[in-house]
């Protein structure tokens, strides 16, 4: 399985305000995305970076950036991903540690009926991961998995 990436982003500063997108990102072993707010965060540990389908966000009818993904992704299959899977992104690694559940503080900051963005984004809202080795990620670099968890 091989994909891309297609833009990568940064959390602003205040929890309310939108991502803002980048040219490129660095990615730090352990800690996240240099510059993001929840950047070296120890208390979120499984949750160091966020990607998001292409595919998704248009099934969706949401723009990049809106669910608050870290790197959006065009790569088939990215929610069947299990925990312990290893995606190469750039020249970083990322280990998948879980589907992101969506929640009413996404659709509030959205502005919809809780429940209802609940129901329509459930299995679509993005997968969690944290970073194993660290790296730049930009528009256009690969994305493949690179291995997945011994069963």
């Given at each position: 399985?091989t994909g891309r990436v297609e833009m990568v982003w940064t ?141």
């Amino acid at each position: 399985m091989t994909g891309r990436v297609e833009m990568v982003w940064t959390k602003a500063p205040q929890e309310s305000e939108a991502s803002q997108q980048r040219d490129f990102i660095e990615l730090v072993a352990n800690k996240g995305v240099s510059g993001d707010r929840h950047f070296g965060d120890a208390s979120r540990p499984n949750r160091q970076v966020l990607l998001v389908g292409l595919d998704h966000l248009e099934d969706l009818r949401l723009e990049p950036g809106t669910l608050r993904e870290q790197i959006t992704v065009d790569f088939p299959g990215l929610q069947d991903l299990a925990p312990g899977s290893v995606l190469q992104v750039g020249n970083a690694a990322i280990e998948i540690t879980g589907d992101c559940a969506p929640c009413l503080t996404m659709a509030k900051y959205l502005n919809e009926d809780g429940q209802a963005f609940v129901n329509r984004s459930m299995g679509k809202r993005g997968m969690l991961g944290k970073v194993m080795e660290g790296g730049t990620v930009a528009p256009g670099d690969t994305v493949s998995l690179r291995g997945e968890p011994a069963n």
